[in-house]
């Protein structure tokens, strides 16, 4: 009876599986480190896990569609009652009227932009856009006039061409606003004991600075390190550490 129980418990043995221990998985390089104590530790990036390629070619951050349109709504509420007039969209024969119209529709642009959170400007697709184009009255601002509008805000340090007549940088906010607002941000949060890479920074999609082109992005950095409120922690500009005063 003993040997029938014994030969029982080694077939049991057999066909039962074995534990095996959990496995150990890292955690995030840039993940947040619990503070104890109120000691603030920072812990080290793996930079190679940050390819440059990856960096001087990432696009602007994309919202989903419905908060695009709720922002987009906010902005035809704003847009003023002159632009529902046919001759909005034809160019003054004189010079004073010139230079109204063209800053009366710069203050337009200038709003969309700022509401619907935009740093790039892709003028094909913004003539394609009420009120720049009127389906209601069958006008719409040419890419010439649109060029005219841009010119205007160049002249005025809120424009920057990247591929004109077609694509540009629109600044309804200067970079240096932009750079305090990112520090202000890093100490208001508690975040500022973290290393930073600029692709996570541009994860913080509430904020301004977030929904910038990774190149726009590190010449807002740069500004915090010329101030000496940040620094580089490798040669390719691409980890920033904050540096808490």
């Known amino acids: 009876m003993r040997m029938a129980v014994e030969r029982r418990k080694k077939e049991r043995e057999k066909t039962e599986p074995k534990a095996t221990e959990p496995t150990k998985t890292g955690s995030s390089h840039f993940e947040a480190t619990s503070v104890a104590d109120g000691a603030l530790e920072k812990q080290e990036p793996s930079l190679k896990a940050i390819p440059e390629a990856s960096l001087s070619t990432a696009q602007p951050i994309e919202d989903d569609g419905t908060l695009n349109e709720q922002r987009y709504q ?53 003539a394609e856009i009420h009120p720049f184009k009127n389906q209601l009255h069958g006008r719409q601002l040419s890419i010439d006039q649109l060029k005219e509008i841009a010119s205007y805000l ?38 500022a004991v973290e290393f930073w890479s600029l692709l996570d920074l541009r994860k913080e999609k509430s904020q301004d600075w977030a929904l910038l082109p990774v190149e726009e992005l590190r010449d807002v950095c740069r500004i915090l390190v010329r101030k000496g409120l940040a620094k580089w922690i490798d040669q390719e500009e691409s980890v920033l550490e904050f540096i808490i005063q």
């Open 74 to 126: 906010k902005f035809l509420v704003q847009i003023p009652p002159w632009t529902k007039a046919p001759f909005a969209y034809i160019t003054p024969k004189l010079p004073q009227q010139v230079q109204a119209w063209t800053q009366n529709w710069a203050n337009v642009l200038v709003n969309y932009s700022k509401i619907m959170k935009k740093h790039i400007l892709n003028f094909q697709e913004l």
């Open 154 to 191: 160049e002249q005025n340090a809120m424009l920057k061409w990247i591929q004109p007549p077609v694509l540009a940088r629109i600044y309804w906010k200067t970079n240096e606003e932009m750079a305090q607002e990112l520090y202000d941000y890093m100490i208001s949060t508690g975040k």
